[in-house]
């Protein structure tokens, strides 16, 4: 229930399958525990195999598919931690995605696919009654997904949970990173566009003097002539 009830977008959804390829989880009941990726090209779906054999080698990665109704979707997938090899992913239809800016919504949506799988994962744990350190955990992963890329998971010990931790801090320390690398390129475009701007006006002035020397130098001649 709590992965095909998320949204992304007006259209977009989340859906969780199995180290077989068996769909666990999908907002289209029909589609659950009857609709195996790896054997998708048989309810007439295209390219979906071939990101359903990335998917149970347990890699991170996305791709287009059509449906058999002829639409094409973007999926977003990734491995959920510490489960049986399940695949978190997260569903969009192009029409929907390129309606804004392309790059920048395949970086939120793979960001919010992390996101998902830490919150699933959370919730797997709390459910079987880890303890209270989860929680607060949880509480960081829920500031994560809300754009607060300043939040630290702080878990004391050497368990599971502290390893967790450690992965977050340095998955949100990379996001920092990468922030920080898309802030300074955008300010170093600006640096270069305004340094092109003062360029063309230099020369704008500069070709203005040599046309009005060169008027000046044709007029004395012309009056040399005449005299």
Same mark, same amino acid.
């Given at each position: 229930?709590?992965?095909?009830?998320?949204?992304?977008?007006?259209?977009?959804?989340?859906?969780?399958?199995?180290?077989?390829?068996?769909?666990?989880?999908?907002?289209?009941?029909?589609?659950?525990?009857?609709?195996?990726?790896?054997?998708?090209?048989?309810?007439?779906?295209?390219?979906? =195999?071939?990101?359903?054999?990335?998917?149970?080698?347990?890699?991170?990665?996305?791709?287009?598919?059509?449906?058999?109704?002829?639409?094409?979707? #973007?999926?977003?997938?990734?491995?959920?931690?510490?489960?049986?090899?399940?695949?978190?992913?997260?569903?969009?239809?192009?029409?929907?995605?390129?309606?804004?800016?392309? !790059?920048?919504? =395949?970086?939120?949506?793979?960001?919010?696919?992390?996101?998902?799988?830490?919150?699933?994962?959370?919730?797997?744990?709390?459910?079987?009654?880890?303890?209270?350190?989860?929680?607060?955990?949880?509480?960081?992963?829920?500031?994560?997904?809300?754009?607060?890329?300043?939040?630290?998971?702080?878990?004391?010990?050497?368990?599971?949970?502290?390893?967790? !931790?450690? =992965?977050?801090?340095?998955?949100?320390?990379?996001?920092?990173?990468?922030?920080?690398?898309?802030?300074?390129?955008?300010?170093?475009?600006? #640096?270069?566009?305004?340094?092109?701007?003062?360029? !063309?006006?230099?020369?704008?002035?500069?070709?203005?003097?040599?046309?009005?020397?060169? #008027?000046?130098?044709?007029?004395?001649?012309?009056?040399?002539?005449?005299?």
């Amino acid at each position: 229930d709590l992965v095909s009830n998320i949204k992304i977008g007006e259209i977009g959804f989340g859906w969780l399958a199995d180290s077989s390829g068996l769909i666990l989880s999908h907002p289209e009941s029909d589609f659950v525990l009857k609709l195996n990726i790896l054997r998708s090209s048989e309810q007439g779906f295209e390219g979906l =195999e071939e990101l359903g054999k990335q998917m149970i080698q347990g890699q991170t990665g996305g791709g287009t598919i059509k449906k058999p109704d002829g639409s094409k979707v #973007r999926i977003f997938f990734s491995p959920v931690p510490n489960s049986p090899g399940w695949t978190l992913g997260v569903s969009l239809p192009e029409k929907d995605l390129f309606a804004r800016s392309n !790059a920048l919504i =395949e970086f939120v949506l793979m960001i919010i696919v992390f996101i998902l799988g830490a919150l699933v994962v959370m919730s797997l744990l709390i459910s079987n009654r880890i303890s209270k350190p989860i929680v607060a955990l949880k509480g960081s992963v829920e500031r994560l997904g809300k754009g607060d890329f300043t939040v630290e998971f702080h878990v004391k010990g050497k368990d599971e949970v502290a390893n967790i !931790a450690s =992965e977050l801090n340095a998955t949100t320390q990379s996001l920092r990173n990468i922030l920080k690398r898309v802030k300074d390129s955008f300010v170093n475009v600006d #640096r270069s566009s305004s340094n092109l701007s003062k360029i !063309a006006g230099e020369s704008r002035d500069s070709s203005q003097e040599l046309l009005s020397d060169a #008027r000046e130098a044709n007029e004395n001649v012309q009056n040399a002539l005449a005299s």
